[in-house]
């Protein structure tokens, strides 16, 4: 990415389970900079410390494969890039099998209307442990940890949060979404709806714990105290259990309550690192304050096909809040020689350079960021091999020779039509939270589900050209070809149409 800082990625120091502080390494993000750095499976990131106080700075952590660590990471500055709504850290397995993220924080936030995220589990297919971390004052999400529950395709993975030390942080501190998933000897505190800054439309709605998608899921042995929202919420076919917690706060939804009592005590554990240079050096003893994965109690269960080089420079661009994206395989006939392609997305490209099987992107191939939002993949491919590339956003044109290539999204056989779907429909509800709004349409071309552009539920249905879904407070979005020919709307909500031809 241009202007990008080059980042040590080397392991240093000691891990946290010394309660000596360890040397740690600084990778500084310029101003106006979005940052990625990617941890692959087997990989170790540990003892960072990334600075973003530069003004416009921001940075990216994705994770990906399996038997990863993230470990003694320490963000220091509040993020003020207002660019789209990336996430921060996404701590999440792409294979089945398990990963840890331990003694992190996030603890100084992001400034009002800043659309980014702190933690997402955007694609988990496996189990993750996150465990002693500090997210405060963050003003889309604080720990979104329930989009893997959304549908199989998501990947259904769980997440163990432990220690965690939650504050202050919009829409939710902490959500989960799919069975066996749970928060343990944490905190969870929101003062007053006043000290949390708004997302990006504005809105402010600073839930505790969120219960979504999914049941099966627990919190043990927690402290929750949250003024002007719920305390705890189950949503959207979401339900859970709370057991041995003290919860100051409303309590709605499927949530089953054992052993509940008031009080709450909202001081952060002792093992949770309060400041980035804590965290980076290792300071805290984690080993001495949380439970293994595999010996909690109320615990459930104990796509990237590739290995992911960490990395401080990165192809990636875009204002998505997922991660990973979908594998884009292009597969040449095998009597093709030397074809060529051309594609656009608007969001972020990475090239899918090893795996145990499929077909990877060579360095000749190019991903170029265009500065507007866009970037755009060429290539040549043939002789019996094709390209990859996880890609994170909209593919919104396509230059090849169709009748040469066979393309493949997500696994499903997909043409350049199905591909290329230049305009966008969102359905926005967040002026009116408390009301639904029901709505159809109608479009001359083809439509599908867009999860850059909003939440996709499971009422949401696309058939045939026809979109029926509603929102409650939530914002639904597709992509179309052709033009809206049929519309019905009731309820409240905001409609936006852009044609992007």
């Not at 769980?158 to 066996?180: M, S």
Request: proline content about 2%.
């Amino acid at each position: 990415m241009a202007g990008a800082a080059a980042a040590s990625v080397a392991a240093a120091g000691a891990s946290s389970s010394s309660a000596k502080a360890a040397s740690y390494d600084t990778i500084e993000v310029p101003a106006n900079t979005k940052k990625t750095i990617e941890v692959g499976a087997g990989e170790t990131f540990e003892n960072k410390l990334i600075d973003i106080t530069a003004d416009g700075a921001h940075v990216k952590l994705t994770t990906s494969g399996s038997g990863w660590t993230v470990r003694n990471v320490g963000v220091k500055g509040k993020n003020n890039n207002m660019d789209g709504t990336y996430g921060t850290f996404y701590l999440r397995c792409t294979e089945e099998g398990e990963a840890l993220a331990e003694n992190i924080y996030l603890g100084d936030g992001s400034v009002d209307r800043c659309g980014h995220a702190a933690v997402s589990d955007w694609d988990n297919h496996g189990t993750v442990t996150i465990r002693n971390i500090h997210v405060q004052g963050w003003s889309a999400d604080g720990m979104y940890m329930s989009h893997a529950g959304v549908s199989e395709s998501h990947g259904m993975g769980e997440t163990h949060v432990e220690n965690a030390f939650l504050k202050n942080n919009n829409i939710e501190n902490c959500r989960l979404g799919t069975p066996g998933s749970y928060i343990k000897d944490s905190v969870i505190h929101v003062e007053s709806q006043d000290a949390v800054p708004s997302n990006q439309s504005g809105q402010v709605n600073a839930r505790g714990l969120w219960f979504k998608e999914q049941s099966g899921m627990k919190a043990v042995n927690c402290d929750i105290s949250v003024s002007g929202s719920h305390a705890v919420f189950a949503s959207d076919n979401g339900s859970g259990t709370l057991e041995n917690c003290r919860v100051e706060g409303p309590v709605n939804g499927e949530v089953e309550q054992v052993n509940v009592s008031g009080s709450p005590d909202v001081s952060p554990p002792g093992s949770v690192p309060m400041s980035a240079e804590e965290a980076a050096s290792g300071e805290i003893d984690s080993s001495s304050n949380t439970s293994s994965s595999s010996n909690t109690d109320g615990d459930g269960g104990t796509e990237d096909d590739g290995t992911d080089q960490q990395s401080g420079d990165s192809n990636e661009s875009g204002d998505q809040t997922d991660g990973q994206g979908d594998l884009l395989e292009l597969v040449p006939d095998e009597s093709a020689s030397s074809v060529k392609y051309e594609f656009t997305v608007e969001g972020s490209v990475r090239k899918r350079t090893s795996g145990d099987s499929g077909h990877v992107s060579e360095e000749s191939d190019s991903v170029t960021d265009n500065g507007d939002g866009t970037v755009t993949v060429t290539g040549v491919a043939g002789n019996g091999y094709g390209d990859a590339f996880f890609v994170d956003g909209a593919i919104t044109a396509m230059d090849l020779d169709e009748s040469v290539w066979t393309l493949h999204l997500a696994g499903n056989e997909v043409s350049v039509d199905d591909l290329t779907l230049p305009n966008k429909l969102v359905i926005d509800g967040g002026n009116r939270p408390r009301q639904a709004c029901d709505y159809a349409f109608e479009v001359s071309g083809s439509v599908r589900k867009s999860t850059d552009l909003g939440s996709v539920q499971k009422n949401d249905s696309v058939s045939d050209g026809t979109i029926t879904g509603s929102v409650f407070g939530g914002k639904d979005g597709y992509r179309f070809s052709g033009d809206v020919t049929g519309f019905d709307l009731d309820g409240p909500a905001d409609i936006r149409v852009e044609d992007g031809s």
